[in-house]
Nanobody, 126 residues
Framework: QVQLVESGGGSVQAGGSLTLSCVAS???????MGWFRQAPGKEREGVVR????????VYADSVKGRFAVSRDNAKNTVYLQMNNLKPEDTGMYYC????????????????????WGQGTQVTVSS
């Protein structure tokens, strides 16, 4: 069982920045870490995924160039730096994890992940 704890959400104006953090209880080279978000009345969607066993990350088109994922392996922590935030970025942001031996299997599908954090709220006002 992987425990995930997110933090860093808040309220900002459009154009502002926030950094989210996710601390994982189990964090290995097999860990696939994803950030997801869910706006009221909408389905949960993938934002970015990062496979700890490799260097590549995959971003949703809606956040490319604005969001950046990074990690501190010594702290079992993955960060999501969000810049130039827009009102449509508003939602509950979740960290998720799954274990895989293959980076190609580390995707952005909600159903791919079996461990989830409790979420942290991000609100962007215009």
């Amino acid at each position: 069982q992987v425990q995930l704890v997110e933090s860093g959400g808040g309220s900002v104006q459009a154009g502002g920045s926030l950094t989210l953090s996710c601390v994982a209880s189990i964090y290995t080279s097999r860990s696939c870490m994803g950030w997801f978000r869910q706006a009221p009345g909408k389905e949960r969607e993938g934002v970015v995924r990062s496979w700890i066993g490799g260097d590549s990350s995959v971003y949703a088109d809606s956040v490319k160039g604005r969001f950046a994922v990074s990690r501190d392996n010594a702290k079992n922590t993955v960060y999501l730096q969000m810049n130039n935030l827009k009102p449509e970025d508003t939602g509950m942001y979740y960290c998720a994890s799954r274990l895989t031996d293959f980076g190609a299997a580390c995707g952005l599908g909600v159903d791919e992940y079996n461990f989830w954090g409790q979420g942290t709220q991000v609100t962007v006002s215009s």
